[in-house]
């Protein structure tokens, strides 16, 4: 899964992001594209269960839905 932050998020912030998402699931692999604001995700935890984990550590974040044009 894909996730746009819409806050602002430095380097700083990445451990608040990476332990809200292991709040919901302590073995989801998280990779962070700082410049874009994209979290990749693999994890057993819902999409609306990582966006409320994040929500309630203060970043806002919306799933990414990849469209494919024919």
Known sequence: MQFHLDSRICSD???TVIKAIQSVDLNARITMDLPKQLA???SAASAVKIIAALCD????ARKNISRSHH
Request: include cysteine; proline fraction near 0%; hydrophobic fraction near 60%.
């Open 13 to 15: 912030c990445i451990f």
């Open 40 to 42: 990749t995700i693999k």
């Open 57 to 60: 550590a203060g970043v806002l």
